[in-house]
């Protein structure tokens, strides 16, 4: 900004004259990130936190009904735009044809033979949306047109969001309204108190997409098959699996039901007496191969969105898989046509355009019949022009310049050869389609399922906003409950002001009081870094709408209607729901796999496993001298192998005492032990006394 005369030269920044400046930046944006850009008054944030922000803003999940943000900093356009996200339009033209799943743009090439306009010519941009799709971080990608039939549009401009955009501005959360005060204790440390509107107007409602995969192989005993006939599972478990043995699209799942039905080859085995019984009534099959089908896991409930089937190259591919082809291949022909319509559509109007008032000079007659269609002397216009085929515009006879006939016929067969381009590369698609897949090796057939489930903001989700202040949601309370505003209009999130000065992320106070005047005024404010708005033009805007300079009002307890003792400072903030959700987090083990070593159960919710009950855990029992819950913690419920089969035995009676065994650790380091060379085994019997000769361990 423009400065005076010298005020100090002993500290670390001066002022001087605007003419002695000798080098400056083009703009203050260049001296940090994109995703540090993203957050308005970045220059009230402590470091730490702006770094905490700007790194949060990638955990961000796309929600289902995204907004942009009230107060901005002018980069959410250009890093939608360059993110790749949204759709962009690539050449200029007008909307033929928009639904959910493409968007075809007529491109007319006005300016087609122009300089710098060579490379523009007629025909059709087919856009294919992005739906429902699976990224990396088990989120959606979904694209959404934002244009309609008819409508011009230029090269550059937006044509579909992608996630997380709105109108082509990047939109990771919802602009929410905030007050700052403790509720309570239930915001305390950093816990969010939210009302129940935002999740029943699923404010913060995102889809999640897992991908659950299974192969059936070349085995030495035989191949493994995906099949509908796997033995000894009833028909209810099966009634959603097609002829081929897997899951129709929109077939509701839960955890344990079948998503794909898999029988592999089992070893010839001694048959018991009632085995050999049951294969003699029901067959040999079932005895031949055992059930290895692919279910839901554990916290999976959701919608089956797609079905992916790869097969090996030369073999032959089962009823679902020629389906999902056929309908590639509808989709692929149905672009093709559009494509040659709009360029045979254009190729006739550029025809059409060309012969506009001129005369006929000789008759036009039908090619075989030799029957006049037009006499000699007619004047074409746009209505007999309208009645004529494209072949018969070729045939007129005018009076006009060669060069324009020549024209003509350079149209004609510049459309002729674009459709055989088109055609030849649709057939090369279908051959490749049609070829079969490269597979591991070993590999038969490869079958991949998507369930989509829907997250509804719940206690224990992450949420955070662009100032590094984030924090878990620890309680949702009913609207009527929520503090209020003097006109009635309750609070849609609560925040600890406690979480603010040790902070130093004062841009959240000025983005929430900016945020307030937006909404009452209906703008939306662009704030720069390092160039954002002052606190003069931030009361400015809230006296032009009318609310309080200082940014608090009153509020009014929704439980029992008694104003608040202090004013509190209320707006609009931006807040994020962030990738670490407790859907994903939580987890339960009852019975589940066990370490073949130790025989402790396995660790970790990826493999079914327990809850680790380490040193100190152990401590905290033996301080309270809780001796039964400790002895059932490190034996029956953890390595007892004898133990842990007794304990059943003793539920199923309702006797309520066990006897514990020898853990299978103790085995482990017996085994450990000799493994250095030291003889040392356990023998039953009393154990010696102290000094006394021989004993009965050694």
Not at 483 to 493: A, F, N, Q, S, W
Request: aromatic share 6%; with cysteine; hydrophobic share 35%.
């Amino acid at each position: 900004r423009a400065a005076g005369t010298v005020v100090s030269v002993t500290s670390d920044s001066i002022q001087i004259m605007r003419d002695e400046v000798q080098f400056i930046d083009v703009s203050q944006k260049q001296l940090v990130s994109v995703a540090a850009s993203l957050i308005p008054f970045l220059e009230n944030d402590d470091a730490n936190r702006a770094l905490m922000g700007s790194n949060m803003q990638r955990q961000a999940v796309p929600l289902v009904r995204a907004e942009a943000p009230l107060v901005g900093t002018g980069m959410e356009q250009i890093t939608a735009r360059d993110s790749g996200a949204v759709v962009i339009c690539q050449r200029d033209g007008a909307v033929d044809y928009v639904d959910s799943q493409r968007i075809i743009i007529r491109v007319s090439g006005e300016g087609y033979g122009l300089k710098g306009r060579e490379n523009e010519d007629f025909g059709a941009d087919i856009y294919n949306l992005t739906k429902f799709k699976r990224s990396n971080q088990n989120t959606c990608i979904n694209q959404k047109p934002v244009v309609k039939a008819g409508a011009k549009v230029k090269k550059g401009e937006v044509l579909a969001d992608g996630p997380c955009t709105e109108l082509g501005e990047l939109a990771l959360g919802r602009n929410v309204l905030v007050a700052f005060m403790p509720w309570r204790g239930y915001n305390f440390e950093d816990a969010i108190l939210v009302s129940e509107k935002l999740v029943t107007d699923d404010y913060f409602t995102s889809i999640h997409i897992e991908e659950f995969e299974i192969e059936a192989r070349d085995t030495k005993l035989g191949p493994e098959e995906i099949t509908r006939d796997i033995p000894n599972v009833s028909e209810d478990f099966l009634k959603d699996l097609d002829d081929s043995g897997i899951i129709r699209i929109g077939a509701h799942v839960r955890p344990g039901d079948i998503l794909v039905g898999k029988v592999t080859p089992k070893g010839e085995t001694q048959l018991t007496p009632e085995e050999k019984l049951l294969r003699a009534i029901f067959g040999e099959k079932s005895g031949d191969v055992r059930d290895a089908s692919l279910t839901t896991p554990p916290g999976i409930e959701g919608t089956v969105v797609d079905v992916k089937i790869f097969c090996r190259k030369g073999v032959e591919k089962d009823g679902r898989a020629l389906q999902i082809e056929q309908e590639q291949i509808a989709r692929m022909e149905k672009n093709l046509n559009d494509e040659i319509r709009i360029l045979k559509e254009e190729n006739r109007n550029r025809i059409t355009e060309i012969l506009l008032g001129k005369k006929l000079i000789a008759p036009l007659t039908e090619k075989r019949k030799k029957k006049e269609i037009l006499p000699k002397g007619t004047v074409l216009d746009r209505d007999v022009t309208a009645k004529l085929t494209v072949d018969d515009l070729m045939r007129v006879e005018v009076d006009s310049k060669k060069g324009e006939l020549d024209e003509i016929r350079e149209i004609e067969e510049r459309t002729e050869r674009k459709i055989q381009i088109l055609k030849r590369l649709h057939e090369e698609k279908i051959a490749q389609l049609k070829k079969g897949d490269e597979l591991a090796p070993g590999v038969i057939k490869l079958v991949k399922v998507y369930v989509a489930m829907k997250r509804k903001l719940s206690v224990g989700d992450k949420m955070a906003g662009r100032h590094g202040n984030k924090g878990v949601i620890a309680r949702i309370l009913p609207q009527e409950d929520m503090p209020y505003l003097p006109d009635g209009t309750p609070v849609e999130i609560v925040l600890n002001p406690l979480g603010v000065p040790s902070r130093m992320n004062v841009g959240q106070i000025l983005e929430t009081h900016l945020g307030w005047a937006a909404r009452a005024l209906g703008l939306y404010f662009s704030t720069p870094v390092f160039d954002g708005a002052t606190e003069k033009e931030i009361k400015d805007y809230l006296k032009e709408a009318k609310l309080p300079s200082t940014g608090k009002t009153v509020l009014w307890d929704g439980k029992s209607g008694e104003p608040f003792d202090q004013k509190v400072c209320v707006g609009y903030i931006y807040m994020m729901k962030l990738s670490h959700l407790v859907d994903d987090k939580i987890h339960a083990r009852s019975i589940g796999p066990y370490s073949l070593i130790t025989q402790q159960p396995l660790g970790g919710k990826a493999q079914f496993g327990g809850q680790r009950f380490g040193e100190m855990e152990v401590w905290a029992l033996e301080a309270y001298g809780a001796a039964h819950i400790l002895q059932e913690l490190l034996t029956v419920k953890s390595d007892d192998v004898y133990g842990r089969t007794k304990i059943y035995e003793a539920l199923v009676k309702g006797e309520t005492t066990v006897d514990p065994g020898l853990p299978e650790s103790f085995n482990v380091l017996v085994r450990e032990l000799q493994s250095l060379c030291l003889d040392i085994e356990l023998r039953a019997g009393s154990p010696a006394e102290p000094g006394a000769a021989g004993g009965d361990a050694r």
